[in-house]
């Protein structure tokens, strides 16, 4: 092998795939945001690098005061809190998105970073895997 082909191959060794959930639906509107939170959770577990990215109506998962409860839904935004524990901080969300909706950084976890519309899709652009939700 040569000595270039040799040093490629290491250098993709050591640098972990990144992985970005991206969340559009809003929450409880169908399964996507509880199927999203599943499989960042199942990803955390086995420290594989994760990042949440929040745009259009999915930065409604990220507002304070969300109850699926009233609708008879099970509330799954309130497992959120447990990011932390999975090594999960990378939690970006489309400040574009939260004006066009009237919203405020009014989250109900910490550690969210806004960003402006190029900037999340810069952020968005340096992961290996995006998984759509």
Known sequence: ???SLMSKSLISKKLPKLTAILNS???YSNSAGKDALDIALIFGSFEQPTSLFFQG???WQLIQGQNGTIISV?????TF????????????ICQESLIQRGLTADFHIEQVQVLARRVFAEKLATHH?????
């Open 25 to 27: 639906k809003a929450p």
């Open 81 to 92: 809190a447990a990011f932390e524990f999975y090594d999960i901080e990378n939690i970006y």
């Open 1 to 3: 092998m040569s000595q």
């Open 129 to 133: 895997t995006v998984l759509r939700f």
């Open 57 to 59: 109506d999915g930065v």
């Open 74 to 78: 099970k509330d799954y935004l309130k």
